[in-house]
């Protein structure tokens, strides 16, 4: 590991290894782009394993805010990922294709399928599959499939992975509500940008944290890395001494919508 951060696989997303040493014979080539969705059997046997919890936040660093399906960090964005040879239309569809699997809700599942473009509609009929141990058990594996997918995003999707990349130096937070996952404030109010209002724990934007600094630590990435580095310090030089006022706080990415929560 680095600096306590989980080594992991760019090919297999499997963790305790990097890709240089993955031995996987059955590693997936996100180029392949598989035709079919998932079965609810290929998805149930492919359910990823208990993850860590992601790091601490740092602090007194400038933040930057996301909400909604506009926003490339938000789970809503459209974006194809093959995760285990298995194809999904976004963040949301692995998750609540997962979670209808999970529940063996097939009905859930084949309904979820059916609206596999549209995350918003995902997300409304996720939130009505139940699973044994209530909401809080399915907030802690929410936490590990999510991680899962949002790896795979960015190692599949060079220009989000080059927006994330772009938050260098700031701290992510998920504009919502949502007092698990999101800040527990939407765009508009001016807590957002003062994290110690804040009165949600940010779960997600802490997340995003720890995979943008994975992908600083992996050299496959260190071109990109270091590029992006450089015209951020060409920006700054230019811009001069003088900040405008609020400088401290990152335009908004994303809408301001009201989001439900996972």
């Not at 890709?19 to 059997?41: I, Q």
């Not at 506009?70 to 040879?85: R, T």
């Not at 997300?123 to 009505?128: A, N, R, T, V």
Request: proline share 7%.
């Amino acid at each position: 590991s680095y600096r306590g951060i989980a080594l992991y696989c760019r090919e297999c997303f499997g963790k305790g290894h990097i890709k240089a040493n993955c031995v996987r014979e059955h590693v997936v080539n996100p180029a392949m782009d598989p035709k079919e969705f998932p079965t609810l059997a290929q998805a149930q046997a492919t359910a990823p394993g208990p993850e860590r919890k992601t790091p601490e936040e740092p602090s007194e660093v400038p933040v930057t805010g996301f909400a909604g399906a506009q926003s490339p960090f938000s789970n809503l964005y459209s974006a194809d990922i093959v995760v285990d040879g298995l194809k999904y239309s976004s963040n949301e569809h692995f998750l609540f294709s997962h979670k209808a699997s999970e529940s063996s809700d097939e009905n859930a599942f084949v309904t979820i399928q059916k609206v596999k473009n549209n995350p918003l509609e995902i997300k409304k009929l996720g939130k009505k599959i139940k699973l044994p141990g209530g909401k809080t058990a399915w907030q802690e594996r929410a936490s590990h499939l999510l991680l899962k997918a949002n790896r795979a995003k960015y190692a599949q999707h060079k220009n989000l992975r080059l927006s994330l990349i772009k938050t260098h130096g700031t701290r992510l937070a998920e504009c919502t509500q949502d007092p698990h996952w999101g800040i527990g404030y939407s765009f508009g109010r001016p807590e957002v940008y003062v994290p110690s209002k804040w009165t949600g724990e940010n779960l997600f934007g802490k997340m995003l944290m720890q995979i943008r600094e994975e992908i600083f630590t992996d050299q496959a990435y260190k071109q990109e890395v270091n590029g992006v580095l450089a015209e951020l310090k060409a920006q700054k030089m230019g811009r001069g001494s003088k900040r405008p006022p609020n400088s401290q706080n990152s335009s908004p990415v994303g809408s301001a919508a009201k989001i439900p929560a996972i």
